[in-house]
T-cell receptor, first 111, second 110 residues
Framework: DTAVSQTPKYLVTQMGNDKSIKCEQNLGHDTMYWYKQDSKKFLKIMFSYNNKELIINETVPNRFSPKSPDKAHLNLHINSLELGDSAVYFC??????????FGSGTRLTVV | SQQGEEDPQALSIQEGENATMNCSYK?????LQWYRQNSGRGLVHLILIRSNEREKHSGRLRVTLDTSKKSSSLLITASRAADTASYFC??????????FGDGTTLTVKP
């Protein structure tokens, strides 16, 4: 049983397209996150939801829109993809401040 | 990084040796976490130390925290080739948000 699963694992798409990444956790955690890891492995938080409510929204272009239909799911939709969006996107979940459980990542390549 | 850093950026050792990685941060924290990331994989939570703790152990891992110096260290004893990975610290100031360091790439040669 995968605790935090995200799909797809790989995503190759052309500039200007719209794409979505899905994330689900079966840990019963209240909080879910999206992190972006760039080519230098720097990890930066993008969004966080607690019980379906947006609690963290870092400086991210409006082209990125998270959606949490319930506390077990947090999806990320990206409009008008740009070359600079190429990165690995990680979903994670946590319960209070007990550390994160990460998904295996989605490698997005924009060509 | 403006938020903190890890050093060294890269560390190469022989199997059986100990590996020490350091993390410094700039804010007040509630806890500090260490993660491992194998190449092409997600991050795996290793250990969490709270701001009122000074040292914590888990198997071959030993983490220290000095809040007066705003620093933490991760020691891996008797390293193995399988320990080869990138190691990240992350510090949590508010519930639900942690900031990650830049990572240390550890190579353990057999």
């Amino acid at each position: 049983d995968t605790a935090v699963s995200q799909t797809p694992k790989y995503l190759v798409t052309q500039m200007g397209n719209d794409k979505s990444i899905k994330c689900e956790q079966n840990l019963g955690h209240d909080t879910m996150y999206w992190y972006k890891q760039d080519s230098k492995k720097f990890l930066k938080i993008m969004f966080s939801y607690n019980n379906k409510e947006l609690i963290i929204n870092e400086t991210v272009p409006n082209r990125f829109s998270p959606k949490s239909p319930d506390k077990a799911h947090l999806n990320l939709h990206i409009n008008s993809l740009e070359l600079g969006d190429s990165a690995v996107y990680f979903c994670a979940s946590s319960q209070r401040d007990n550390g994160y459980t990460f998904g295996s990542g989605t490698r997005l390549t924009v060509v | 990084s403006q938020q903190g850093e890890e050093d060294p950026q890269a560390l190469s050792i022989q199997e059986g040796e100990n590996a020490t990685m350091n993390c410094s941060y700039k804010t007040s924290i509630n806890n500090l976490q260490w993660y491992r990331q194998n190449s092409g994989r997600g991050l795996v939570h290793l250990i969490l130390i709270r701001s009122n703790e000074r040292e914590k152990h888990s198997g071959r891992l030993r983490v220290t925290l000095d809040t007066s110096k705003k620093s933490s260290s991760l020691l891996i004893t008797a390293s193995r080739a399988a320990d080869t990975a990138s190691y990240f610290c992350a510090w949590g100031a508010n519930a639900g948000k942690s900031t990650f360091g830049d990572g240390t790439t550890l190579t353990v040669k057999p």
